[in-house]
């Protein structure tokens, strides 16, 4: 039976790793900015490169471990709050919560329903489907990511997605650092700053990227 102080560390944990690979993800996915015919070579190849790796297999495991404990873990905290009737996550140190750090629940909500219609659109299509194959014998991932970011309704999904990940992002971040002890007046403005860039590129960076195919290609 964990303890309070038990599922925040690994809320915590959980999510700084998510955080992680967020990063690397965004990174990767910067080839899709790429001139059309660059972006669909170098894409498919990375793609590939990363699905035969051993130790990005091991690493998308974790990944996935922590999606479904970070998930979980946020259930049980947000309904033993409900009981208790406080907020999810709320600030006792701060006169009045900002409303994203009441609504954690509702934020994380609307960013699994996202992660199951991404993962089927493109990890499921890639993993179990019969995408098609490229000049070099890839799997075509691209052209997968083309064909849905065509889409405008996916793409309205994936940017107001993007927004509710950028605000959960912004109180996850923060929350993170406090359970962790590092939180210090003297450097509380300077991390909250970092902690709200950080989520403003990464989620305006992915935004981005639907809106660029969805006019460019």
């Keep these: 039976m964990l ?25 990767g996915n910067l080839q899709l900015f790429l001139p059309a015919e660059q972006a669909h ?18 690493v998308s495991y974790v990944l996935y ?8 873990d946020a259930v049980v905290i947000t309904i033993k709050n409900r009981r208790s009737g406080k907020k999810y996550h709320c ?3 701060q006169r009045a919560s ?18 199951v219609i991404h993962f089927q659109n493109f990890w499921y299509i890639y993993k179990f489907g019969t995408p098609p194959i490229d000049s070099n014998g890839n799997k075509d991932l691209y052209i997968l990511v083309v064909t849905t970011f065509r889409e405008w309704w996916y793409v309205v999904i994936y ?3 993007m927004v509710a990940l950028c605000y959960h992002l912004i109180h996850g971040v923060h929350s993170a650092i406090r359970t962790l002890g590092l939180f210090h007046p003297k450097y509380v403005k300077w991390i909250r700053n970092c902690g709200i860039a950080y989520s403003v590129i990464i989620s305006v960076g ?11 290609q």
Aim: aromatic content about 18%; hydrophobic content about 55%.
């Design 206 to 216: 992915f935004a981005m990227m639907p809106i660029y195919i969805y006019f460019t």
């Design 65 to 72: 471990t922590s999606i479904i404990l970070h998930a979980l």
């Design 159 to 161: 940017v107001l997605s």
């Design 98 to 115: 900002k409303w994203y750090s009441r609504n954690m629940g509702v934020l994380g909500t609307i960013i699994l329903i996202f992660l």
């Design 41 to 58: 070579t170098q894409f498919n190849a990375y793609s590939h490169f990363l699905s035969g790796n051993i130790v990005i297999k091991i």
């Design 3 to 27: 303890t309070t102080l038990s599922r925040k560390l690994l809320m915590c944990f959980t999510g700084l790793f998510l955080c992680f690979f967020l990063i690397i993800h965004f990174l």
């Design 91 to 93: 600030d006792q140190r």
